[in-house]
């Protein structure tokens, strides 16, 4: 197995920063890497590769190495207005500067995403600085997808600009649950300025998740409020739920590149679930499996990365080309792709109506593309204000319930609005479709049983495993327990256990209702057959019932013993066929024409015209003589009484006692007194039932 120390942050030997690198670590660490390839990787080179990895610490690229053990990962995402400090304060804090591109140094502003890392106090950091700029709020939303939590990063010296209040409305619509604000530049206004910009930062957070949080005055330029800013995010970072480890994977890209030597990296924020070196994933939208080679999370090298690390991925199989930011890489065939997505939709206060079909852009993870706004239930939703809408996406994209999204105006393109995924694969809207709503509103505040309830209940054809867990998000063992204990209530019915289908109680109470009028309709319009086949049984049901629903009503009524199966037949249990007396005299009328006549035997057309019934209930009464086996059906048209056939086993025995085991047609014709009529058909039944077995024109007798 490949160890590959993806270095995020420090001398990657990659194509677009090359220059940038401390060329001296940076040829080292490529070098180490090929041996890593060539040797398969002892456990030599790795600790060698680590040493390596320890040296590049004095770069002004490299992050430091973490050498201890951090219990917990948090991504912090920064925000705020161009230019207020946050890709210095980030530097300030973590020793590395998040601006990678040529321009971005050139220009003097952040374009793209930027990543740097902190350990303190066994909290990993992970830190994605975003572009202030109002041009590049695109990139921002990729980065700020996956943060837990957020470093508002104001400037004492000009306050609460648009990109402060853009930032801040985004990160609140993506359900950014904490924060910490960085009031920067203080070595630039008095304390009475510093005090002012404080008051307006508290009124600007009041009634948001903001409120309440740290305001802390901090100098990059000075050091001023660094300890006591790091403390602040400690803190925090220990408060914050663990991330969604317990999920499928999902890793929304934001970045991908070619690092000679190894081949295709990946980067994101891990926003649910784990994955390790070695594993098969799967690339969405474009379903293509690969395997990972490598991951690193926080600049080092490790076996498996969690929910909530940044992480870099190292992936066989495809050129770096292939794959663009807003991909993501999932558990293979747990997540499917969407064009039509329900959601609560909140209109920003700052925003204009929207009215049916408004285009907009659609923000996700690390993707975007352009959707149409289809309002449920209403015709126009005012600003400040949310609804239940269906969002038509032009491109194929990743959603599961829960997950948070924002909407920007189509032109000029500014932010409006976002929300949360509630249906990530919805119905096309109809007028007829009157429960959607009331689904909806299930699905966004209902416990897991009542959303898998509700969902079940809207799937006509039944519910599978694998449309619940991709389209809610679920891991398999979460649901089958969910499913168990509503199965137990008496509320759905599971009517397949692997893959697990499940329908409601009521459609299956229907299914076995009408299984059981079916056969007996059938017992009541032929009396005279012994039961139903399974596949007319079958039809009966219809096509809306699945091939799994009508086996598991069938079993339950074979287990109730209302049913009895015999091989393909299917009949009530307690209805035996009963003759009329017309009929039971019939029946001995046809036994005895076959039985006296020997192997001689006459026509089945000849035995049944000369009886009193008509032929079609005639026929049915030769049926239940052949099924009680009391006649044989030699050939097609010849049928023999089953004593005469037994007679033919001894007197062939005699035969080879007295002949020889050979016997050709004209002998067989003189042993049996028959004509070359029957003698053949029945020598052709012998063989099939090995008393004969035929030598050119002869048979021996076996
Ligand atoms: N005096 C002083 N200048 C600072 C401080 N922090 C940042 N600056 C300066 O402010 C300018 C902008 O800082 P950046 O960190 O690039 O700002 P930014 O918020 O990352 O900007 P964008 O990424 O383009 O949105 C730079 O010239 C910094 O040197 C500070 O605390 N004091
Ligand atoms: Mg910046």
Redesign the pocket.
Known sequence: MLHLELLEEIPWPRHETSRQVNRTSSKMCGIESRIHEANGCSEYCKRRFDRLFASCVTSSFCTPPHMTAANKSVIVG?AGH??H????L?EALTGTH??RLEE?KRRG??IDL?FAFLEEGGVRFGFV????HERFVKNMLAGTSGIDLVLLVIAADEAIKPQTREHFDICRLLGVKRGVIALTKTDLVDADTAELVRFEIEDFVKGSFLEGAPILPVSARTGAGLPELKQALEGIARELEDKQSGRYFRLPIDRSFAVKGFGTVVTGTLISGHMGVGDEVELLPERKLLRVRGVQTGGKGVERAEAGQRTAVNLAGIEHAGVRRGMVLAAPGRFRTTRRIDARLELLQSAAPVKQRTKVHFHAGTDETLAEILLHERSELQPGESALVQLRLLREQVAVRGDRFIVRKFSPVITIGGGVVLDPLARRPSRKDSERVKFLEILERGTAEEVLRALVERSSLGLGMEEITSRMGWKEEDARGTAEKLAKSGALRAVHADPLLLITEALFQEVLKKLLARVEAFHKQNPLLPGIAKEELRSAVGRRVRTETFQAALDELLRQHKLLAEGELVKKAGTEITLTAEEAQAKQQIEQAFAKSGLAVPSVKEVLAQLAIESRRAEKILQILLREKRLVRVSPELIFHSDALGRLGPLLLGYKKAKGERIGVPAFKELTGITRKYAIPLLEYLDRQRLTRRMGDERVIL
């Open positions: 920064t161009i230019d400090g946050k890709s210095t980030v998040p601006d971005e502003i952040t930027g600085d975003v572009p202030g």
